[in-house]
């Protein structure tokens, strides 16, 4: 079983390095684009042994707990078989 | 539009931010990860006056030569209207 866990930070909070990737790019010829934010992505294998329902809520509770800081980041998780 | 972009380290490309991170929820108590992998996400925004298809051709662009390294890294991008 994979969870895939996408963190990114909360509307409003500044991204430094996202304004920084936007006026490099910018630089670079691209254009039309009005704002660029980063976020961070894990891709957790699990064992396969593992009963689904636990796994998902471990690692939900892992993305709230570990993976991301609940003060400036949201999180998102998705399962695969 | 909205274009999300995936930049993901290739299989077999050694990931020691990952294992870093798959030690570290181990030591907290979280069992059954076999492992955990680290990428990049990036939101990107695009002007609604900006013709579709080339802006997908130029968000695909700037995945390919700006966000993501192609020697060791692949690359997904998603489009949302």
Same mark, same amino acid.
């Given at each position: ?15 430094? %390095? ?7 790019? $910018?630089? !670079?010829?691209?254009?039309? @684009?009005? #704002?660029? &934010? ?17 796994? %998902? ?7 709230? $707990?570990? !993976?991301?800081?609940?003060? @400036?980041? #949201?999180? &998102? ?5």
């Amino acid at each position: 079983m994979k969870a895939k866990v996408y963190v990114t930070l909360k509307p409003g909070v500044l991204d430094p %390095q996202g304004k920084a990737i936007q006026h490099s790019v $910018e630089l !670079l010829g691209f254009g039309d @684009i009005s #704002d660029v &934010r980063q976020g961070k992505y894990f891709e957790i294998a699990l064992n396969d042994a593992v009963v689904e329902a636990e796994a %998902q809520a471990a690692v939900t509770r892992m993305a709230a $707990e570990v !993976l991301s800081n609940p003060i @400036i980041e #949201d999180y &998102r998780v998705e399962f695969e078989a």
